[in-house]
């Protein structure tokens, strides 16, 4: 009869004992790794997330999706962030004594929107006037009257433009930000 040989019999304890050894070690230096080597992976760390960041805030500042309006003759754009959404216009109340860029008040689920000429007040606006485009913010309700939704597009924009060609027409860029800013700067004058 041959002689059997268990597999625990040959394995090499020693080099088994090293190799555990030899991870304990590399597991002790990453448990506790010293000062440098922390700094090392933060800073490569910091650096891959900066790269990131600036790649993707460069294509935000490049690329931007705007919707195409057209108003008064005049063809605008706005950008989609800035916008809630868009409904028809109906049911606009006049509101005495208010500036020529107000067209009225509108309820649009149970909250009253000023419905302003994005013009500001130049141009024939109100009677042609089909959509409303609602803005986005936190504290004011305000509609745009508009008369003709052309469409969406996006666009790659350097720097900040005010008027650009899109499709192969002059289009200008209204500034929501901008436009709210002149809106809580007149709130304040009246008060």
């Known amino acids: 009869m041959s002689e059997v040989t268990s597999p625990i019999s040959s394995i090499d304890w020693q080099v088994v004992r090293a190799r555990l050894a030899e991870s304990e070690g590399k597991l002790a230096e990453v448990m506790s790794p010293d000062e440098a080597r922390v700094r090392t992976i933060l800073e490569e760390r910091a650096a891959r997330l900066r790269q990131e960041v600036g790649g993707a805030a460069r294509n935000r500042e490049e690329e931007r999706k705007l919707l195409l309006v057209r108003v008064g003759g005049e063809r605008l754009a706005l950008e989609l962030g800035a916008l809630r959404g868009v409904e028809v216009l109906k049911k606009v109340s006049p509101v005495p004594g208010a500036s020529r860029e107000v067209l009225g008040v509108m309820n649009l689920n149970g909250e009253l929107h000023a419905v302003l000429n994005p013009l500001g007040g130049k141009g024939e606006v109100g009677e042609l006037s089909k959509w409303g485009v609602v803005l986005r913010h936190e504290r004011l309700r305000v509609v745009l009257a508009v008369e003709e ?40 004058d009246r008060a």
């Open 149 to 188: 939704l052309l469409r969406m597009v996006t666009v790659e924009m350097k720097g900040a433009e005010e008027v650009m060609m899109v499709e192969g027409e002059m289009t200008v860029l209204l500034d929501v930000a901008e436009l709210f800013n002149k809106l809580e700067e007149s709130m304040v």
